[in-house]
C-alpha cells in the first residue's frame, strides 16, 4: 500500500524557517512530479510549490523566494524548506504525487507575529 507521511511542521514566529518532508512508500515516487499544497480551514486546498521527475520546480507566486522544494530520489523523499515565514503561511500543509493522485495525511504549519 502506497503511503506518503509528512513531517517537519510546528510552531514557528514570523521570520523564522521549518523543513517540512514527506516519505513515499512504494514505487511511486520515481514517476511521479511531486507537490506541496496547503489549506487552511474554510478554504480550498492551494499549490505551493511542484516539483518533476527531473527537478523542474514550479512554485505559488505567494511563496517564490521564500520556499524552496527538492526531492532525493534515492531516498523517497521530497522536501519544502520554508524561509522568511509569515503569519499568512500558517496552515495545514499537505505533500503529493500528482500523477498517481495520493495524498499525505497533513502536517500543521503555524507561524506566530
Known amino acids: 500500500q502506497v503511503q506518503l507521511v509528512e513531517s517537519g511542521g510546528g510552531l514557528v514566529q514570523a521570520g523564522g524557517s521549518l523543513r517540512l518532508s514527506c516519505t513515499a512508500s512504494?514505487?511511486?515516487?520515481?514517476?511521479?512530479?511531486m507537490g506541496w499544497y496547503r489549506q487552511v480551514p474554510g478554504k480550498q486546498r492551494d499549490m505551493v510549490a511542484h516539483?518533476?521527475?527531473?527537478?523542474?520546480?514550479n512554485y505559488a507566486d505567494s511563496v517564490k523566494g521564500r520556499f524552496t522544494i527538492s526531492r532525493d530520489n534515492a531516498k523517497n523523499t521530497v522536501y519544502l524548506q520554508m524561509n522568511s515565514l509569515k503569519p499568512e503561511d500558517t496552515a495545514v500543509y499537505y505533500c503529493?504525487?500528482?500523477?498517481?493522485?495520493?495524498w499525505g495525511q497533513g502536517t500543521q504549519v503555524t507561524v506566530s507575529s
Open positions: 503529493a504525487a500528482l500523477q498517481s493522485g495520493y
Open positions: 512504494g514505487s511511486i515516487f520515481s514517476i511521479n512530479t
Open positions: 516539483i518533476g521527475r527531473s527537478g523542474f520546480t
